[in-house]
């Protein structure tokens, strides 16, 4: 019986997974990732929630995992154009390159909100605004420190940046912002105990398990200042530093305070893929995300026959989810084409 | 410090000619030689076709925010408004003041949005005066149509914002009214937190905007907050806020396309220096505040007592020197009548 | 208990003013009023979302509502589309209407403010109009101020305007037709309404205090009350 074709259009942890999956069944699998590098965003991370994996040895498993399979790997080519003629998909390359499959798994992510929209906050206008990815560059390299090289004293974390907001049309909460900015305020304290850390937030979502119990820790052990408030403005003091706005609610008062960082906890949109690839195919979903078939029970299959969602282009996830999301993705695959491991 | 600019630098719709002019109960009050420049910009020299309408009267603005009118009155008076635009045949409306600007965005929104009020204020508008009117196709502040025609204007002014001494360019604080950018900040040149309709003049003019913390604040006017005496003190700390956040930046003056913001912060820097002794500027004299028009009408050449400068508590002289404005100080208390009319008392602080 | 929340909720701006609060504190961040006033706005739109009647009432009577300055920084700022200044307006027409405005200083002064803006506007045609703006009643307007209030007509002559004259142009006198007209509309619209209640609870309150008080003007000492008083009791 000739071998099934499968595309999966993303190289990310969700796309990694489930190429490396499907390769151990009577399939051909093609893989195609848009950046020179498999791995996707989760690369720009130093160390994940909750437990502070370090990513790099985290995603290394993965992508050694793929790298032992025979699947045809096209990174630097990106997806632009997919239709469904006859069950058979084809697909169109932005090297105008044309390719078939049987099944395709749509696993193009996310990407983050652009702060410069909310210009209120001064992004890309003052250099003492930077966004949580900045961040965590500055943490890869082991150093915090302000755009003239001084270390900071005080940091502003503030969350929901993109999210929540009907100001940008994101109404979504990202799911991932509150945890990591719990995350990046005990990283800051480590290296630098003496810094004072603020963090703005106007709920603490602690949803995971272990993320209540970092909270606890980062105030307990690391001393981290909660205040209930969303930051309304920064501007930028005659002194280059970071005047915010905000109301301490809990206390019912006005705030305003002079910070030498804040860190703008932006939030998790659909990837330009995800919404190009999404609406071609006729699954385009809320805010741009694709849309699977049903929330609980089909999460994986979408209205179209052969069409599979993996990972973060449905939605908000964190790493953990999109993993997992990926395994029962391959099992939806592996059933829709009727496939046997390979012996 | 405003190098790096990602705010869209969209021009809103802003109508080309044709204009139907509504005056300011403020500028007509505190800066009418502001009104009669600009319709005399737009007459000779950009060639524009605007009318001024005696049949006209106040939006009610003022007694809208002050609570003492209604805001079914408020929207039968602005349809009144309409309606004699309509008797013109002209469908572009230009309010000089920043209150109308921010009520007429806020009744059209709602009689978009909840077409039972258009029908009310029909009937109301009907039955009170036997009027009918229409919806106006554009509506554009004289700040946003100076803006349109600055590059234009430049062509023909005799000054720039430099200082004729140094050659630097005039470091400046752009006030933009609360009521013109933060209601519905899509309906600006600009939008609500970088307006560029101030700050695109002054740049095409060669001056230099000036980025302080508290720019966005608002001037304190408050409405009600400076109607009665009693609660005078919220507006006047509003403005203190916004001297003390801009003067390490020491801007040569202050420009406000909202005329009760420039009047406000003239007349406070007075009340502050009279009763604390500070004032903001380094010699001790305060920064000058001007309107748009009469900032425009400066660089183009026109008189500084014709543009009633002198009705400024904060003196302009040392702005004018610095531009290098040509002016005669023995004509600054002059009448129409020709007649040197005694001068006001100097105050002791500024 | 009137139902407040229901007289509230039938007013357009009400509608368009607070869809759902959800506390996040950005209004009463960049508030003016915030910074200087016992003042929350958030705190404002939490008790009035809570259909609480009681708490209503409790705003309607108190200077809170008062000390709103109409800038609009909350409605370029809110993340659920709110605008407490909105709600503000909406709760002040209702404090008025059922006299509960008369219960506060800042609420009381609502008198004076009919006495001046409302009447210029039925009496001139303009809210406010260089011939309103006494230097006695306005010493912060400062010595240029008197001076071109002393000397309006060869001033203003000189800035091109029409100082009370017939005709188009600045300061020029409002014709009786039009003053009709928008005599005609406050009629209908209720705004003369409006202002009757204002009067009427004004001069049973000024009767509480026992402060005299006359049918019109500005020369009585129930308006110097309203417009002078301040307890200074309002500060954080």
């Known amino acids: ?343 | 410090m405003m190098e790096k600019k990602y705010w869209k630098d969209y021009q809103r719709e802003i109508a080309d000619d044709d204009y139907f002019y509504h005056r300011s109960c403020i500028r007509q009050t505190f800066f009418p030689g502001s009104e009669a420049l600009f319709l005399k910009i737009l007459k000779n020299e950009l060639g524009k076709n605007v009318t001024d309408d005696p049949n006209l009267h106040t939006c009610t603005g003022i007694g809208y925010h002050s609570d003492v009118v209604p805001f079914d009155t408020t929207m039968t008076i602005v349809a009144r408004l309409l309606s004699q635009m309509n008797k013109s045949e002209l469908k572009n409306f230009v309010p000089s003041c920043v209150t109308t600007f921010g009520l007429l965005s806020e009744v059209l929104d709602t009689w978009k949005h909840f077409p039972e009020e258009l029908e009310k204020t029909r009937k109301f508008l009907k039955e009170a005066t036997g009027r009918e009117f229409k919806i106006p196709e554009n509506v554009a502040h004289p700040s946003d149509i100076i803006y349109k025609n600055r590059k234009v204007l430049k062509g023909k002014m005799k000054y720039q914002l430099v200082n004729k001494e140094t050659g630097n360019p005039l470091k400046v604080v752009e006030h933009i009214g609360c009521h013109y950018a933060k209601i519905f900040p899509e309906n600006t040149t600009g939008g609500a937190e970088f307006p560029q309709v101030l700050a695109g003049m002054i740049e095409a003019w060669e001056g230099k905007v000036i980025d302080y913390p508290e720019r966005r604040h608002c001037c304190g006017f408050g409405f009600r907050q400076y109607l009665i005496m009693a609660n005078r003190g919220y507006s006047v700390a509003n403005t203190k806020k916004k001297f003390e956040s801009m003067q390490p930046y020491e801007p040569d003056f202050v420009v406000a396309n909202c005329p009760g913001c420039a009047m406000f912060m003239d007349r406070w820097q007075y009340t502050i220096a009279e009763m604390e002794g500070i004032t903001y500027d380094k010699n001790k004299r305060g920064i000058p505040v001007l309107t748009h028009e009469e900032m425009t009408g400066l660089l183009l050449g026109y008189n500084p007592w014709d543009l009633g400068l002198q009705v400024h508590q904060v003196q302009v002289e040392p702005l004018l020197d610095k531009i290098g404005v040509v002016y005669n100080p023995d004509d600054k208390y002059v009448g129409k009548s020709g007649i040197k009319l005694s001068e006001p008392q100097r105050p002791k602080n500024i | 208990m009137p139902d407040y929340f229901l007289q509230l909720s039938k007013d357009v701006r009400f509608t368009e003013g607070l869809k759902a609060c959800m506390n996040c504190g950005i209004c009463t961040a960049i508030c003016p009023a915030a910074e200087f006033y016992k003042y929350d706005p958030r705190r404002i739109c939490d008790a009035v979302q809570s259909k609480d009647n009681e708490r209503i009432e409790q705003l309607l009577k108190s200077d809170t509502i008062w000390y709103c300055g109409q800038c609009m920084s909350c409605k370029t700022r809110c993340p659920r589309g709110n605008a407490p200044a909105l709600i503000i307006s909406v709760l002040r027409k209702i404090s008025q209407e059922t006299g509960l405005f008369a219960e506060s200083e800042k609420g009381r002064q609502q008198l004076a403010i009919k006495r001046t803006i409302a009447e210029n506007i039925v009496k001139t045609g303009y809210c406010v109009h260089l011939d309103h703006v006494n230097p006695k009643l306005h010493p912060e307007q400062g010595p240029v101020w008197e001076w071109y209030f002393n000397n309006a007509q060869d001033v203003t002559d000189r800035l091109g305007a029409n100082y009370n004259k017939d005709g188009p142009g600045a300061l020029r006198k409002i014709s009786k037709e039009n003053l009709d007209e928008i005599e005609r509309i406050f009629e209908v619209t209720g705004a003369t309404l409006l202002h009757k209640k204002i009067e009427r609870f004004s001069k049973l309150k000024a009767e509480e205090l026992k402060l005299s008080f006359d049918e019109t003007g500005t020369n009585n000492e129930y308006f110097f009350h309203v417009y002078l008083k301040n307890s200074d009791n309002h500060n954080i």
């Open chain 1, 1 to 343: 019986m000739k071998k099934k074709n499968v595309i999966v259009i993303g190289g990310g942890p969700a796309g990694i997974e489930i190429a490396q999956i499907l390769s151990n069944y009577s399939c051909n699998v093609t893989l195609f990732e848009k950046e020179p590098q498999v791995g996707g965003q989760i690369k720009r991370i130093d160390k994940l929630f909750p437990d502070f994996i370090v990513q790099d040895e985290m995603m290394q498993k993965l992508i050694s995992n793929l790298e032992k399979t025979d699947i045809q790997i096209h990174t630097d080519t990106e997806i632009k154009d997919i239709e469904q003629i006859d069950n058979i998909w084809h697909l169109k390359t932005n090297k105008e390159e044309a390719f078939t499959a049987d099944a395709v798994v749509l696993a193009t992510g996310f990407k983050t909100f652009d702060p410069k929209y909310k210009e209120e906050l001064g992004y890309g206008i003052y250099p003492g605004v930077i966004t949580t990815l900045e961040f965590e560059d500055m943490l890869k390299a082991g150093k915090i420190q302000t755009s003239a090289g001084e270390e900071p004293r005080r940091i502003a974390f503030l969350n929901c940046v993109g999210s929540r907001d009907e100001k940008v049309g994101n109404h979504y909460c990202s799911r991932v912002c509150c945890i990591n900015a719990v995350k990046q305020s005990i990283e800051t304290k480590e290296l630098l105990p003496n810094a004072e850390v603020f963090c703005f937030y106007m709920d603490l979502r602690m949803s995971g398990q272990f993320y209540e119990e970092l909270y606890r820790k980062s105030q307990e052990k690391h001393g981290v200042n909660y205040i209930r408030g969303r930051i309304s403005e920064a501007s930028s003091t005659f002194d280059h530093r970071i005047q915010i706005k905000s109301e301490d609610t809990l206390a019912g008062l006005p705030l305003k305070m002079t910070v030498d960082l804040l860190v703008l906890m932006i939030g998790v949109e659909a990837s330009e893929g995800t919404t190009n690839l999404s609406a071609k195919a006729g699954i385009l979903g809320e805010y741009g995300f694709a849309k699977s078939l049903s929330l609980h029970l089909k999460d994986n299959l979408t209205k179209k026959e052969g069409l599979f969602l993996a990972g973060a282009c449905k939605r908000p996830s964190t790493l953990r989810e999109v993993i997992a999301d990926a395994r029962a993705a391959a099992f939806e695959v592996v059933n829709y084409l009727k496939m046997e491991i390979n012996g």
